[in-house]
């Protein structure tokens, strides 16, 4: 499948839902140029609190994630994201897919609480899905998004 994929996760703790630090993690970008590089391909982006929301990133070839299913439809691609089934909340009423033209593009926003993990301190994650049907210019992402589907939900 032609499919470009970036995969934005920002993660933290309890220490930056408020005040100056959650201004902090809260101006951490949702999206990235892409590389110079050849559809297919996934771009992942990691900022953590623990590195001060400073990008790791990583470039790969297809297969793609589990995270995000794709099926090629009458020339149109199918885009899926998958939740996390260890993350809260729990979301039984999920978005239909998204179909996407050659060219076009979408982002997808998905947030989780998880718990009893990092030696028994919880933390939050924000993923981001960026992914457009077909080769597109380095700064596509960098736009507002013609597509969006939002499946934040709060995580107290």
């Known amino acids: 499948m032609d499919a470009v994929v970036q995969w934005v996760h920002t993660s933290w703790t309890k220490r930056s839902r408020g005040g100056a630090e959650a201004?902090?993690?809260n101006a951490v970008p949702v999206s990235f140029a892409l590389p110079a590089r050849t559809a297919p391909f996934v771009q992942e982006i990691v900022l953590t609190e623990a590195d001060g929301f400073a990008p790791r990133e990583g470039v790969t070839r297809p297969p793609y994630r589990s995270e995000v299913r794709l099926k090629q439809v009458?020339?149109?691609l199918q885009v899926e994201l998958v939740a996390a089934d260890?993350?809260?909340?729990?979301?039984?009423?999920r978005p239909p897919t998204v179909l996407l033209?050659?060219?076009?593009?979408l982002r997808w926003h998905i947030n989780y609480r998880f718990t009893g993990m990092n030696g028994g301190a919880g933390f939050y994650r924000?993923?981001?899905?960026?992914?457009a049907h077909g080769a597109v210019p380095a700064d596509?992402?960098?736009?507002e998004p013609p597509r969006f589907?939002?499946?934040?939900?709060h995580i107290w």
Not at 101 to 105: C, K, L, P, Q, V
Not at 140 to 143: C, D, P, S, V, Y
Not at 149 to 153: F, G, K, L, N, W
Request: glycine share 8%; aromatic share 8%.
């Open 23 to 25: 201004a902090r993690r």
């Open 74 to 76: 009458d020339g149109r």
């Open 86 to 93: 260890w993350g809260v909340p729990r979301r039984h009423r």
């Open 101 to 105: 033209a050659r060219g076009e593009w």
């Open 126 to 131: 924000l993923d981001t899905l960026n992914l």
């Open 140 to 143: 596509t992402f960098l736009a």
């Open 149 to 153: 589907v939002d499946e934040r939900a």
